[in-house]
């Protein structure tokens, strides 16, 4: 009996120390904000309500800039230095923040750099990556501090605010983003990004953003985990894709077929010129934020002819003409962040209304060392 007493005893100290630790300050204030923010979905519209297109136009050359899989090392902050050398109006983060297991904790780490660099009330939009999946919770409370400096309405979510960066979308000075965990976070993405599109029709630009990627839209060994569905729509849109995960920079011609392989996606037109329409558009990939630097997968053959360019270890390619010859002999080197005297990071630059022209665009690919290995127009004909 005695020893029946104390087993009960022991268990409800066990009880009692585990109720503890289950519940530390950091994760009381996450609950906490989540809470809150769920009380504030004035701020977050569901997509049940009319869009709330504020009819911004877009100044002249507004700069964009969209990279992803940055981590939070020196590589990351060189190219958050380089967004702010190039001015650049806002930034598209396509997921793969911290790489931390702690995903608290590496989304502290995160936001205290781009703090320091840019700034707190800089615009700065996310989108779910499969590194941080687990732990999206973290990101989304930075996500919707950062909202509240910008104007009210500014970004839109499927249900609640743990949507962001998932089943979102944000229409900011003229530019509409969807902002999607497909692939990677969440389901049910296709009728809310054809939603989304529908509703935004009338949006100066249009920018479709998700992490992962189709097997042939990437450069490396990324497998299809995407689909074709959510391309497609974006290109009924005439909208860009902007994608993360293989750790290189690609990006198409014009393509208008996007998934029809055999027709080589649709790709028509020049290298240095790409068309944005209904049934016309771009993709590119931008996960050279400051992780690491993969190769050009040689089992792929010779260079399909969508592309346009590529900057990858062992490959570079600007309009088609060889800046960096093809080597397969290294074609496992994976450089890593660490590596700061070989790895050059870079960013993707669109500077939409160049020149004051309205349906003109100027995309460059800048790498963290001054590099300018892609350099294209954009004529938007929607």
């Not at 809470?35 to 050359?61: G, M, R, V, W």
């Not at 970004?155 to 509409?176: H, I, M, P, T, W």
């Not at 005439?238 to 029809?260: I, K, Q, W």
Request: one cysteine or more.
């Amino acid at each position: 009996m005695i020893s029946v007493v104390k087993m009960l005893v022991l268990t409800v100290w066990f009880l009692i120390l585990l109720k503890c630790s289950v519940e530390p300050v950091n994760q009381e204030n996450i609950v906490t904000s989540l809470d809150k923010i769920e009380n504030e979905k004035k701020q977050l519209i569901s997509l049940k309500q009319d869009s709330f297109l504020s009819h911004e136009k877009t100044p002249p050359n507004f700069k964009v800039a969209i990279f992803g899989d940055s981590g939070v090392g020196r590589g990351f902050e060189s190219v958050l230095e380089l967004v702010k050398k190039e001015q650049a109006d806002m930034v598209i983060h396509l997921g793969d923040f911290s790489y931390y297991l702690d995903h608290h904790y590496g989304a502290q780490i995160w936001d205290k750099k781009v703090n320091e660099i840019l700034g707190e009330k800089y615009p700065y939009f996310l989108v779910a990556g499969n590194h941080e999946a687990p732990g999206w919770n973290s990101y989304v409370e930075l996500f919707y501090k950062r909202l509240q400096h910008l104007p009210q309405g500014t970004c839109k979510v499927a249900q609640g605010v743990k949507d962001l960066g998932v089943k979102s979308y944000c229409n900011y000075k003229g530019v509409f983003m969807l902002l999607s965990g497909v692939g990677s976070v969440g389901i049910g993405h296709e009728s809310f990004i054809r939603s989304a599109l529908e509703r935004n029709k009338s949006s100066d630009w249009k920018i479709c953003a998700w992490h992962k990627n189709q097997n042939s839209l990437q450069l490396g060994h990324k497998p299809s985990e995407v689909g074709w569905a959510p391309y497609k729509l974006c290109q009924t849109h005439g909208a860009v894709v902007a994608t993360g995960h293989e750790h290189s920079y690609g990006r198409t011609r014009t393509l208008t077929e996007v998934s029809n392989i055999l027709k080589d996606h649709g790709a028509i037109g020049a290298n240095d010129e790409v068309t944005l329409a209904p049934g016309k558009n771009f993709v590119s990939v931008i996960g050279t934020g400051g992780k690491s630097f993969r190769p050009y997968n040689c089992l792929k053959g010779a260079l399909d002819p969508w592309w346009a360019s590529i900057y990858t270890t062992n490959y570079v390619v600007k309009n088609r003409e060889p800046v960096k010859p093809l080597s397969c002999v290294d074609n496992l080197d994976e450089l890593k962040e660490d590596d700061q005297n070989t790895i050059d990071f870079g960013v993707l630059f669109l500077e939409l209304n160049f020149g004051g022209q309205e349906k003109k665009a100027r995309g460059r690919f800048v790498t963290t060392k001054g590099r300018v290995l892609d350099e294209f127009m954009v004529t938007k004909e929607n």
